[in-house]
Structures are given as structure tokens and as C-alpha cells.
């Protein structure tokens, strides 16, 4: 009988040890569902939510504590709770929810995969001249200490922020901007939104970043700028009133301490539509073709 049991036993035990057959698929379903959630875990700790997801984890560790301490009150307390906490958790995260569509919509997923129609028109206006003038006014604002917020669109709308201002639509110079942004006028508080080679729309309120990880010296126009960019692809040009410093914003990132000619170099570099880009390498590559058929 003895044996029995311990055969069993044994059988039993190796049933456990034995792995399940991992295809290629389940590893590439696995690999996808790690990068997901290490993604969210990185995303979660830049917000509000990281703090309300360790108070998540606490009740959780007094659930299990309860369960095992056979506390009936507090699991009665805790299951009919958890029987509404879903829609506790959508109202809660509901602004970083937001965030977290709009950017996996500005990652130009579906454009990729289908053919949408492109808004990548809206920048072919976007020429040296704009740029210069952009830079020329920035630097001149700098030196003066004077503040700026100028948002450039790219592929995603502005519309939304731009209805919050003041509607400008005059060709980018640095005259505009200088008189845009001088202190104790009338539109000088607010960003400036940029469409192509013009000034759409003034003193136009921008979203706030919520970044945890924003230094603590930069002010409210800095963290405009980063909001904006986190939300959508526009490129910010910051101009910072208390040290005259330029920063450039674009995708949750900032660049700060720019000069005249890097702040050129990163709008050049930035705000070059794609098209424009692959028409350029394309170009180059026939003119070497046709130089060695010359040759």
C-alpha cells in the first residue's frame, strides 16, 4: 500500500515538473505582453498614478494578510469594495488614461498599417525663412529676458488649444514674435501656435505636464510646453523669462540651453517633413547614379 501511494506520490510530482510545450508564437505573445507592461510600469511612475497604485498594493497586502488571518470583517469590507473598485479606478486614472490614448495615437500606428490621409502638407510652408525668423526672435528674446511659449504644429491639430486664444494668422517674423511677447501687453501671457510660415492663434492655455521628474527650477511656461508635447507631436520653442535660456520641447522630452545656431540645427532637423526628407535622399541617390553613368 505503501508503495502504492508513494508511486502515485511520485507520479503526481512529475506531472508537476513537466513544462508545457512553448511555441514560437507563445514567445512572441510573451515577449509582447513584458515590453506592454514594462512600458506601463515606466509610464506609471512619471504620474499621480504611481502613488495611487501603491495605495492599490497596500489594500491588496491586507487582503491577502486578512484572507490568511481569517479576518471575515475585513475581507467582507474589502471583496464589496473591490465590486465597484473598476469604475473607482477609470474615475481616478481618468486624466492619465486620456494622456495615455492620446499618446499611443500620436505614435502613428494606424497611419503605418493603413492608408490614412496626411496632414504632413501643413509643414511644407515650414521654410528656411520661418525658421530664421523663429531663431531670430528667440535669441532676441533671450537676451532681454523676455518669456515664450511658441508651439509649432506638425502632423497632429492644434485646433483644440488654438480655439483657447486669440486668433493672430499673420506670416512668422521676429518682429511678430518680439511684440507678441513683450511684457504688459495685451497677448504676451499664453503660448503662440505656429501653422506652417504663420501665427495662427496667441495667449492660447496649454495642458501642464504632470512629470514627477521635471527639475524643480523650471516654472509654469516649461512645464506648458512639455504638457503639450507629451500629448501631441508638436515642437515647443521656450524662452525663459527669469535666466533668458532657450529650451526646445518635443515628445515628453525637454532640451534646455540652446543657442542661436543649435536651436536652427533642431528646428531644421525636427520640423523637416518626411516626404520632403525622402524626396531629398532620393534626389542624391540619382544625381550619384547619374554621376558614375557619366563617369
Request: charged residues 25%.
Amino acid at each position: 500500500m505503501g508503495i502504492l501511494m508513494t508511486a502515485g506520490f511520485l507520479e503526481n510530482f512529475s506531472e508537476l515538473l513537466k513544462f508545457p510545450n512553448i511555441g514560437f508564437l507563445d514567445v512572441i505573445e510573451i515577449t509582447i505582453i513584458a515590453f506592454v507592461l514594462y512600458r506601463v510600469m515606466l509610464w506609471i511612475q512619471t504620474t499621480k498614478a504611481w502613488n495611487l497604485l501603491r495605495g492599490f498594493m497596500v489594500l491588496l497586502l491586507l487582503y491577502t494578510l486578512a484572507n490568511l488571518f481569517q479576518l471575515k470583517t475585513i475581507v467582507w469590507i474589502i471583496n464589496r469594495t473591490l465590486n465597484v473598485g473598476i469604475l473607482a479606478l477609470v474615475i481616478l486614472f481618468q486624466p492619465e488614461l486620456r494622456k495615455a490614448l492620446e499618446q499611443l495615437g500620436n505614435r502613428n500606428i494606424l497611419s503605418s498599417m493603413v492608408n490614412l490621409p496626411d496632414n504632413g502638407n501643413k509643414m511644407r510652408r515650414f521654410d528656411e525663412t520661418t525658421v530664421n525668423e523663429i531663431v531670430r526672435g528667440c535669441v532676441e528674446m533671450g537676451k532681454a529676458k523676455t518669456g515664450a511659449l511658441i508651439v509649432i504644429e506638425r502632423n497632429n491639430s492644434l485646433q483644440e488649444y488654438e480655439r483657447t486664444g486669440i486668433g493672430i494668422d499673420g506670416i512668422v517674423t521676429s518682429q511678430l514674435l518680439l511684440n507678441i511677447f513683450e511684457h504688459n501687453t495685451p497677448l504676451h501671457d499664453g503660448a503662440v501656435i505656429v501653422r506652417g510660415n504663420r501665427v495662427v492663434s496667441a495667449t492660447c492655455y496649454l495642458p501642464l505636464s504632470d512629470n514627477m521628474a521635471i527639475s524643480k527650477e523650471l516654472g509654469t511656461r516649461h512645464r506648458a510646453g512639455l504638457g503639450i508635447s507629451e500629448v501631441t507631436d508638436s515642437l515647443t520653442v521656450i524662452v525663459s523669462e527669469e535666466t533668458g535660456h532657450i529650451s526646445i520641447a518635443s515628445e515628453g522630452a525637454l532640451t534646455r540651453k540652446l543657442s542661436g545656431d543649435q536651436l536652427k540645427n533642431e528646428l531644421r532637423k525636427r520640423i523637416e517633413p518626411r516626404e520632403e526628407r525622402g524626396r531629398i535622399k532620393l534626389l542624391k541617390g540619382r544625381q550619384r547614379h547619374e554621376r558614375k553613368t557619366d563617369e
